[in-house]
């Protein structure tokens, strides 16, 4: 499996972004995740495709955004034109994800479902085999700073085995809670890509956290691989 850590800069300070991005991609990190929310789907409010242009400017590694909105589908282009490269959408507010995912792969980005806690895995099934990737929230969305749900794990793992199902290699990005205590349980279920917003940008040296988290998930990955190969 193919560890990428995503800090989220929801845990920056959003008046040094540049710097805080620049520190997390010295300590490792694989991508920027950016956590858009319109104050609707959840009840708090962040940024909009202007902030994703400017990291766009000065980011190294590619920009995975997660729309925490009601209405993707009218402003899906805005964000991969601004610069996302990876875009997860949240099952709960599409009724036609099929047309949404084809829509967002179309603008060139890698198109994603994000899933809450609450929601059954199955409203992912007919869409398994369409998924460039698929984001389990592991904390209700809206905030940083909230406890993993430990319930996470198990449906982590059911997803790797619904998409293996499907034939579908897409990675499992999980979000929320992720810290040097939770990391190892969600890699070993078969999470690829890792969000961590106040573990990394919450810590005092935001290369060093980046860098404890990316080797802690590194660790888990490599045995997780020993484990599956002596299967
Ligand atoms: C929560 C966001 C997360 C958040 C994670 O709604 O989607 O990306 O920033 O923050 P931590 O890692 O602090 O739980
Ligand atoms: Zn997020």
Redesign the pocket.
Known sequence: MTIRLAP????ADFAKLGDAVAAAERGGADLV?V?V?DGHF?P?LTVGPPVVRSLKRVARVPLDV?L?ITDPDRYAEAFVEAGASMLSVHVEVLPHLNRTLTFIKGLGARAGVAINPSTPLVMLEEVAADVDHVLV??????????A?LPRSASKIRALRAMLDRAGNPAPIEV?????LDTVGEVVTAGAEIL??????F?APDIAAAARALRAAAEQAAAARDEEASRR
């Open positions: 989220s800069i929801l845990a995740h956590d929310m959840v708090n997660h925490m929230m592991s904390v209700n969305p809206g905030f940083g700073g909230q993993f979000d929320g809670g992720i810290d969000v961590a917003g106040s573990a990394v919450g």
